[in-house]
């Protein structure tokens, strides 16, 4: 279930492991509804960060490069292009998070609106009820 994102990160506010899970729950809906249109590689997500997890820039770098791969297919306007070259001690922003959850918003709505009009198969069977 798509979780409304934070789009108004500041340079006050502070990201937290509840943020990192909404952003890989979305990845992992976003997915989803990109699956609908391309077969996509096997992406990994983690949504159950708590008070005593600690990431490191492989995870950093795994996040954005599963956005990345579901943007490959289509970049919306306005995109951002990702960080995938995280190392240890490069530090992480409020633009960082801007950039994580805008493209995945970006992506939300355009698939979410192109879905409906993707065509389903499929086969009715009429008149097995008794008259």
Known sequence: MWIDPKLNWNKDDYYNFDDLNRVENNTEVVAELVGYFVTLPTLNFITDR?????????????????????????KPEGWIQNKTDWSANDPFSFSDAVRLESNLALLYSYYKSNLANFNYCGAFTCGEELV
């Open 50 to 74: 708590d008070m005593s997890s600690i990431d490191f820039a492989d995870s950093l770098n795994r996040v954005e490069g599963n956005i990345d791969v579901l943007g490959q297919r289509h």
